[in-house]
């Protein structure tokens, strides 16, 4: 069974810094994309970017609205993905969730999702 | 970026209906269209991908279908169950892009 579970979320002042970290388990990780989202309280969805397996290189793409900032990468030895979130602003107040495609090319297995705020 | 416009924003239908779901995009994305299902403090659901593939798992009752940049998802013989937020999401370019969502309740 393919599981995802972020941790590391929490309140941060602004122009802060903070990690967020996802376990993955039952599935091969090396073999596949892993994608970071977030959602505002009461809002869509939005995708932040992804890094790609071993056979891609684990390169990464990112959103414009986040790139310069925040940095996806992944630990393989530990089945560990991470999101290192840098001068944090009030607008980047949401659950993020980490997440992966499986079967479909798209993202079919989520975390349950972080929580992160970002106030004085 | 590509722009998804989803309607109707909101949408209440009654066991057994049929409710139709639209996202209309900016520009040409070809196929590479999904759905998701969102319940409250749950994280998305795959329902479609590739704008018509069921995912793994989804009743039969939910299709997806597209016509040139507008594309649809069908509940058909609504259930209880159904209720929640979908979304279409665009995976053709980067910024991939969700739509703005759409509530449906059931009567």
């Known amino acids: 069974e393919v599981k995802l579970l972020e941790s590391g979320g929490g309140l941060v002042q602004p122009g802060g810094s903070m990690r967020l970290s996802c376990a993955a388990s039952g599935f091969t990780f090396t073999d596949f994309y892993m994608y970071w989202i977030r959602q505002p309280a009461g809002k869509a969805p939005e995708w932040l970017g992804f890094i790609r397996n071993k056979a891609n290189g684990y390169t990464t793409e990112y959103n414009p609205s986040v790139k310069g900032r925040f940095t996806i990468s992944r630990d393989n030895t530990q089945n560990m993905l991470y999101l290192q979130m840098n001068t944090l602003r009030a607008e980047d107040t949401a659950t993020y969730y980490c997440a992966t495609r499986i079967t479909t090319g798209v993202m079919d297995a989520w975390g349950q999702g972080a929580s992160v705020t970002v106030s004085s | 970026d590509i722009q998804m416009t989803q309607s109707p924003a909101s949408l209440s239908a009654s066991p057994e209906e049929i409710v139709t779901i639209t996202c209309q995009a900016s520009?040409?994305?070809?196929?590479?269209l999904a759905w998701y299902q969102q319940k409250p403090g749950k994280s998305p659901q795959l329902l479609i991908y590739s704008a018509t593939s069921l995912a793994d798992g989804i009743p039969s009752r939910f299709s997806g279908s597209r016509s040139g940049t507008q594309y649809s998802l069908k509940i058909s013989r609504l259930q209880v169950e159904d209720t929640g937020i979908y979304y279409c999401?665009?995976?053709?370019?980067?910024?991939?892009?969700f739509g703005g969502g759409t509530k449906l309740e059931l009567k």
């Open positions: 520009q040409d994305i070809g196929n590479w």
């Open positions: 999401l665009q995976r053709y370019s980067n910024p991939w892009t």
